[in-house]
């Protein structure tokens, strides 16, 4: 379905919290998404959506997954103590991640889900977000870019607190 409006919910403890597929122009906001089996809030193959005010917290996967889901613009959102990563864009051209929160996440923003020999994602916009990890919280690099080339990475705020070398990858 497009175009829809997905707002003011709490949407716990299921497989996904929200899960949108082959969807597009849809605005996700207000919305809390925990303590679910995979992914907060989970796109694939949905093009062109707005994602704006949610939460996304204690969820076994990621708070917020992009797959397959170009054009789509992420912004003021929360993503807090999810076991893997706050958020992956994965084969999501053209994706912006603006003026987001994550706190004490493995991995905060991931462009790419792994280091392959061909490109996982072109282009996008990393700007404005605040990333913080507590020092016994394990983890990776706060912002990675693997098989991502034209990616711009500006402006943006981590302090993991010593648990990785490297604050960008």
């Known amino acids: 379905s497009n175009t829809n409006t997905i707002s003011g919910n709490n949407a716990n403890s299921s497989r996904y919290g929200i899960d949108l597929l082959n969807s597009t122009g849809n605005l996700i906001g207000g919305n809390t998404c925990s303590s679910n089996r995979t992914d907060g809030i989970h796109l694939k193959t949905s093009h062109g959506n707005v994602l704006t005010g949610n939460t996304c917290s204690l969820n076994t996967n990621y708070g917020i ?57 072109t282009g996008g916009i990393i700007r404005n977000n605040f990333i913080y990890r507590d020092t016994w919280m394990g983890g990776d690099a706060g912002i990675i870019l693997w098989d991502s080339p034209s990616a711009l990475v500006l402006h943006n705020s981590i302090l993991i607190s010593g648990t990785y070398s490297n604050a960008i990858e």
Request: net charge negative.
């Open 65 to 121: 997954l992009l797959e397959s889901s170009a054009g789509t613009t992420v912004s003021g959102n929360s993503a807090m103590n999810n076991k893997s990563t706050g958020m992956v864009v994965y084969i999501s051209n053209n994706t912006l991640v603006d003026g987001n929160t994550f706190v004490n996440c493995q991995r905060e923003i991931a462009f790419g889900l792994e280091d392959v020999a061909q490109n996982e994602q």
